[in-house]
């Protein structure tokens, strides 16, 4: 009886730690939770069980003036979402922003810049085409070289261009 009562025990026990280890992974459909359970996270992952673009999220984005009620849903839904910090950060394409791209801190000029530089030696700016929409520097070229200028970004915690991503409050 003793050992039955034994082995039960460490069934029990073994089961308890399966789904401590994610056996037992939650799911979630809203954002807001899905965040606050997982901290942070660049993209949702298969515990995130709700539609791509979630109408909290454009909802979030329209009550912040990001996006206006009155947009085509097409426009309301360019944009992607992850959890930083156990909040739903937000960030709308618009422009061609680079909301999927961490910040290109590098101060060594590519291939590119260098070619753009040899035939507009003394350009005041190297458009954005040239330098990638993720440098976080203004770059111009000197003497037909690339030189970077002033740093018009910061990134956050994780990385991504702060500018351009937004907290968004649960309703």
Known sequence: MRSLLLSIVVLLLAVGLLGACGGGQSTYSDPFAYCAAMGTIDAP????????MPDAIVQGMIRQGIVTADAPPDFQDNA???CMDGEVWVCHFGA???????ADTS???TQEMQEFCQANPTAEVIP?????RA???????????????KQLFQSDAEGYLSDFWFEL???
């Open 96 to 102: 061609n922003l680079p909301c999927q791209e961490k």
């Open 80 to 82: 992607v979402w992850r």
């Open 45 to 52: 992952d298969a515990q995130y069980q709700g539609p791509a």
């Open 135 to 149: 440098t976080v520097y203004e770059w111009k070229c000197t003497d037909g070289q690339p030189e970077a200028g």
């Open 128 to 132: 954005a085409a040239v330098t990638g």
């Open 107 to 109: 101060q060594e000029p």
């Open 169 to 171: 409050a649960p309703q």
